[in-house]
């Protein structure tokens, strides 16, 4: 009922947030650009790395480098920019006007983050052939495990909204938060293991990355990518996601309810 | 020394101005830390597995980290404000310091001070000294010195890149996206040994981006590592001097862009 009542106002919120990523185009095209920068970089130092070695750990170069490639571009993607939203809402006192609308807060977020998402899907016609050159695409060992990791994939994107989501509500308490947004994206970026898959890390920091989160955004999807499923089976690395998925819903009612009460509606 | 006298006290008034919001200064700087520091411990992973990197052991390439993180903070304290450029042509505040008596270019460098600029200092020096220890290196005066002009010089040649690129916003307005794609690539290429680069990259990132200059040739040269290196040794040595003259050309570049300048307001 309240989904089919809610529907056409997500969709225009949706709709709205992918004309923004248009008028952006120009940052787009340079977030495209720092992404082959960092995957041309990660891919010499890999190189480098194995040095004449073919395999390492059982995991062969060419792997490693697919899957270093694949992280870094699905990275560019599943990049919600909803923190930084809520943010300048709650600054601006605009967050009045989206608190007083029928769908709730947190359903408005996955909306325009669905929008934003949606917008920036074209720029796979540039991304891909800069990755392909920069870096090193094959196709996934089977079809098979190209189908889980499209649902992956999805799954990815909903973890990713929902832990962005979850800092952005952080400025319901304190605007002040450049440092620890700072903290947050480059912790974060580390922890999907977009940039050192978890085979590499040093037993102590993988126990940490491993209760955390962010995996389920980068390492769980591309490790099923290159056919080294995560938790060893495509089934299981799924599940892992999915209880991600469905464990930060539960945290974001927790901590809305709590934001909610909180709220500060600046200016009159 | 009149000059000297202004500068100071308007960074001065920046640097009192962030400070009074003490918490927003404190997560900055933490945050600024652990931001680098998790850039590190990347570097710090691969090459603790592998024992070495282009021939170049933990610590050097720990010294090369550190060298690059502490320049790069001397840039961002003293030349960050070129990133807010655009805005202020656009908005007109630079009207406003055109009709002041000192040079436009030190009152937009002075207008703010990013914080979290001490977080890159502190991180880079906490990584020279856990470094210096390790590497095989006499620390004679000479040596000492050799790190402090480089540290120095590496800071002018960010800022002489950034002001340059800068300097393109008197005609074109927005090339904010080319800075900071520029500081993005010397913030990543900067830290690794540039043997392990193709050939090819070796060239472009020393003569038509020069990032080789910010620390990988002074530290060549401090680390005795200069067998093999794609350029000559006394261009290495001489990175310090280079980093002076690029600047030098840095500002004479946006003194001649500066007459493309065209008010935004009436």
Same mark, same amino acid.
């Given at each position: 009922m309240t989904i089919r009542a809610n529907l056409p106002a997500w969709v225009e919120i949706a709709k709205a947030n992918i004309r923004w990523q248009y008028m952006y185009r120009f940052n787009v095209l340079a977030g495209i650009v720092l992404t082959g920068v960092t995957i041309y970089l990660l891919t010499i130092v890999w190189k480098a790395a194995f040095g004449s070695q073919s395999e390492v750990d059982g995991i062969a170069l060419e792997q490693m480098l697919v899957y270093l490639t694949i992280a870094n571009l699905q990275l560019y993607f599943l990049r919600p920019e909803i923190a930084g939203d809520i943010q300048a809402r709650i600054?601006?006192?605009? +967050?009045?006007?989206?608190?007083?609308?029928?769908?709730?807060?947190?359903?408005?977020?996955?909306?325009?983050?669905?929008?934003?998402? +949606?917008?920036?899907? @074209?720029?796979?016609?540039?991304?891909?052939?800069?990755a392909f050159v920069l870096g090193e695409l094959r196709l996934p060992a089977t079809p098979a495990d190209g189908l889980a990791y499209v649902a992956s994939l999805l799954l990815a994107w909903v973890v990713a909204v929902?832990?962005?989501?979850?800092?952005?509500?952080?400025?319901?308490?304190?605007?002040?938060?450049?440092?620890?947004?700072?903290?947050?994206?480059?912790?974060?970026?580390?922890?999907?293991?977009?940039? +050192? @898959?978890?085979?590499?890390? @040093?037993?102590?920091?993988?126990?940490?990355?491993?209760?955390l989160p962010f995996q389920a955004i980068a390492y769980v999807p591309v490790s099923i990518?290159?056919?080294? @499923?995560?938790?060893?089976?495509?089934?299981?690395?799924?599940?892992?996601?999915?209880?991600?998925?469905?464990?930060?819903?539960?945290? +974001? !009612?927790?901590?809305?309810? !709590?934001a909610f009460r909180h709220t500060v509606i600046q200016g009159g | 020394m009149h000059r000297l006298d202004?500068? #100071?006290?308007?960074?001065?008034?920046?640097?009192?101005s962030e400070f009074q919001y003490r918490a927003n200064v404190v997560t900055s700087i933490v945050g600024?830390?652990?931001?680098? #520091? /998790?850039?590190? #411990?990347?570097v710090f992973i691969i090459v603790d597995r592998f024992t070495e990197l282009g021939g170049w052991t933990l610590p050097e390439i720990t010294f090369l980290y550190g060298?690059? #993180? /502490?320049s790069h903070g001397i840039f961002y304290a003293t030349?960050?404000?070129?990133?807010?450029?655009?805005?202020?042509?656009?908005?007109?505040?630079?009207?406003?310091?055109?009709?002041r008596p000192m040079s436009p270019l030190v009152q937009v460098l002075t207008r703010k001070l990013r914080v979290n600029c001490f977080g890159d200092l502190l991180g880079g020096l906490i990584l020279l000294l856990a470094a210096s220890r390790g590497v095989d290196v006499d620390w004679s005066l000479a040596a000492i010195g050799m790190l402090l002009a480089a540290v120095v010089g590496g800071a002018l040649v960010e800022g002489a890149v950034q002001i340059a690129l800068g300097s393109l916003s008197f005609r074109y307005l927005n090339t904010l996206q080319i800075r900071v794609v520029a500081n993005e690539i010397f913030n990543v290429y900067g830290n690794y040994p540039f043997r392990i680069f193709p050939g090819l990259l070796q060239y472009l990132l020393t003569f038509a981006l020069p990032v080789a200059f910010v620390a990988y040739l002074p530290a060549s040269v401090i680390l005795d590592e200069t067998n093999g290196l794609h350029v000559? /040794? /006394?261009?290495?040595?001489?990175?310090?001097?280079?980093?002076?003259a690029l600047f030098m050309l840095a500002l004479l570049f946006w003194r001649r862009m500066s007459r493309h300048y065209q008010s935004a307001g009436n």
């Open positions: 600054r601006e006192g605009q +967050i009045g006007f989206d608190l007083s609308r029928p769908a709730s807060y947190p359903s408005q977020l996955f909306a325009s983050a669905a929008g934003d998402m +949606i917008g920036l899907l @074209p720029m796979v016609v540039v991304a891909i052939p800069v929902e832990l962005n989501m979850l800092i952005g509500l952080v400025s319901f308490w304190t605007l002040e938060m450049t440092g620890f947004q700072m903290v947050y994206t480059l912790v974060g970026n580390f922890a999907t293991g977009a940039l +050192i @898959p978890l085979w590499f890390m @040093p037993d102590a920091i993988r126990a940490v990355v491993q209760v990518y290159v056919g080294e @499923p995560a938790t060893g089976a495509i089934g299981s690395a799924l599940a892992l996601q999915l209880f991600w998925a469905a464990a930060l819903v539960l945290v +974001i !009612r927790f901590v809305w309810s !709590r | 202004a500068i #100071l006290t308007l960074a001065g008034a920046s640097l009192r600024g830390l652990i931001y680098q #520091l /998790t850039g590190f #411990l990347v060298m690059r #993180l /502490t030349i960050s404000q070129m990133f807010e450029f655009d805005r202020v042509l656009i908005n007109g505040e630079y009207d406003r310091f055109l009709v000559s /040794t /006394t261009l290495a040595v001489a990175a310090p001097v280079i980093g002076v």
